[in-house]
């Protein structure tokens, strides 16, 4: 096996680390860098100019790309190869989104079986939102309620909040909401509001054995007998989307109503398979599609651009120049629309559930950092709030901004919140990269009418390091499309980051054994 440290390119970047690179103030100094590294795929535009990069490095991280045989182990993966070797499995989630009149690589069989299902998802919230489910009273479902964690939640929570535009008040109007823990609160908040009557429960569980998940729906149903519903209609209030059906019969979950994905599909990878029917039911069938249709976008882009055109692919390496050679161990995202607030929760799963292991494919200690600590929410409020870190704190965070170009909402003064929020995000940026050195600090503050004494003193207070990197991301819209393409990124980022690391991204034994011990002590009634 390829170890990274082992490749001649990756030799090569410590050395190109060892020695200085200039400061990102002066490196923006060249007119031409905005325009020489920016990139576009699906609707989604990446700015890198404000990374510390030189041709060199580029170069060189590019070699990294090579040597490490990204390429083919990105087809191993579409081809279906039992890559997550540790579970034995192949990872399809791709195909989950895959153009539905023609199989891709992984075949035939997985795109009967992912079309059906897809189909099966998309007429039931189409006769959901046209009031044609029923509950026990012979009255229209009004209200979803999501019942799941982890990589069972995030997704479709996170979407359904970033479509909220589009969820239609459709007749009898369908709302969905989302209970995740296990805390009798969160689930009470939300069931308080809701009628018995009009109420379904939609359990999301891979496993369908996850003990906070079958808490909540356990306590639910109760809900729902306690406020009239007779036992032998709790069917008609029940849904369930597992990997496991016989479980979910088992706990009584007619198979009518059971919506399949399959072990293939990891987790923290499912929202785009029946785990999304929360999301096709809160904007719509046809919304759903073209969110598929959007991550199917960025999954053709992935194959097909070259390494240094390729999105995905430079997201990750100028991820692993900041992990490894600059020694970052943390990556900030901010969006700076309100509507992905709950992006950064999500990105957080899927690259720390994936990348977070000290363990190479072959079973040696890594030899190098792998993934970062994935941490931030919304840059505006961030700016408010630990943005003072970020600028002069001792810490260099790298950090991902999320912009979104055009924007519809339909308030008067739509266009001078917009222009507040992405002037704010440009202004960190640059800030960031930029900072403000002592000397200028100084003749700033005795340009305001300080005397020379009191600048001086003042300035190192006021000075900004800078040279911190940034990427910018600009969504040309918040839409289905360019939000599928979104998650899509990211995930193929991890991807690229674990296969140059050589690290299963698929596993996650690490949340394991609380999960092991939690039963070990039920059952011991510790
Ligand atoms: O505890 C982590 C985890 O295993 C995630 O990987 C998964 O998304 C979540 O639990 C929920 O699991 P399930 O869908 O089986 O309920």
Known sequence: MKLPTTLPAWQQLQTLAASPTPHLRELLTDSHREHRMGLTAAGIALDASRQRLTPA?????????????????RDAMFRGDTINTTEDRPVLHVALRGDPLHAGPWGNAVQADVQRELARVCDFAQALNAGAVLGFSGEAITDVVNIGIGGSDLGPRMAIEALAHLAAPAVPGVRVHCVSNPDAWALWSVLRGLDAK????????????????????????????????PPEALSKHLVAITASPAQAARLGYPSERTFLFWDWVGGRYSVWSALGLPLAIAVGAENFRAFLAGARAMDEHFCTALPAQNLPMQLALTGIWNRNFLEMPTQLIVPYASRLARFTPFVQQMDMESNGKRTHTDGTPTTVDTGPIVWGGLGIDGQHAYFQLIHQGRHTVPVDFIGVLNEDTPLPMAATHHGVVNLNLRAQAQAMACGRSLQDTQAALMKDGMSEADAAAMAPHRTFEGNIPSNLLWLDRLDPMRLGALIALYEHKVFTQAAIWRINAFDQWGVELGKTMAKAMEQRKV
């Open 57 to 73: 490095i580029q170069q060189a991280l590019l070699a990294l790309a090579e040597q490490s045989d990204v390429a083919a182990q």
């Open 198 to 229: 009009r109420t379904l429960l939609v359990v999301s569980s891979k496993t369908f054995t996850t003990q906070e998940t079958l808490t909540n729906a356990a306590s639910a149903q109760r809900w729902l007998t306690d406020h009239g519903c």
